[in-house]
């Protein structure tokens, strides 16, 4: 618990002077960010070339750095064609997939915050409050009342009791938040509804990043933040809250 109290605290002064400041700073915490966890991924798939590594890596960077929109071109334009010069032991189909859908999806998600916050930084806070709320009560909901398992071959702690504790408490707070800080004039029961749905989607991801560790049967992506595990195990929630979030805005 003390290692996981420190690194939390050390996380903390990291990321919230970025957040705060803004412009290329940030752009950069993140792009640090995305390439740790890009690194986390690829780590399980030791026997990759190391060219398809290294730039991997660099379309990382060109995407956070530069043009998101050169993300999907880049990625299938290299990683693709890679797999004319290798072996199906070294680089076959089921590699090429795997690198190329989380190298998109990180690079995704990671742009997307980039985007909310220098378009409105108190809509990035709404929606990390409302995965930090609805993570931190469905953990101490389920310890103090969980008695039904929610997804028991995914994630045997999760309970059903904890998963509506965390969603009741990942709603009120942000909801009242949104409300104050983003769109005063917003419609309350929309708000409520969407952060609903945003807290919903957070669990799901949660489980999502679960799964892909039982199939790799790990229990964190790395240690990189003791008793944290590593930076995907940190924002598996804020990743589908993030996409989801980007999905709604532009459908309402």
Known sequence: ?????????????????????????????MMILSLIALWEIMKNKEELPLIVKCVSYLIM?????????????????????????????KYDVLSFTYVSTFLILIGTVFSCVIKIRNDDINVLIYLLLITILTD????????????????????????????IIGSAFGVIIPSIYYIYMVDPGANIFMIVMMTLILSIFGQLGDLVFSKIKRYFNIKDFSNIMPGHGGVLDRIDSITMVVLAYQIIINII
């Open 61 to 89: 960077i060109i995407t956070i750095m530069f043009n998101d929109s050169l993300l999907i071109s880049l990625t299938f334009l290299f990683l693709s064609i890679s797999m004319i010069f290798y072996d199906n032991k």
């Open 136 to 163: 931190t009560f469905a953990l101490f909901g389920g310890k103090l009342f969980g008695k039904h398992k929610l997804i028991e071959k995914v994630s045997p702690n999760k309970t059903i009791e904890g998963s």
């Open 1 to 29: 618990m003390k290692k996981r109290i420190i690194s939390a605290i050390v996380a903390l002064l990291i990321f919230i002077p970025l957040l705060i400041i803004g412009k290329i700073y940030f752009k950069i915490g």
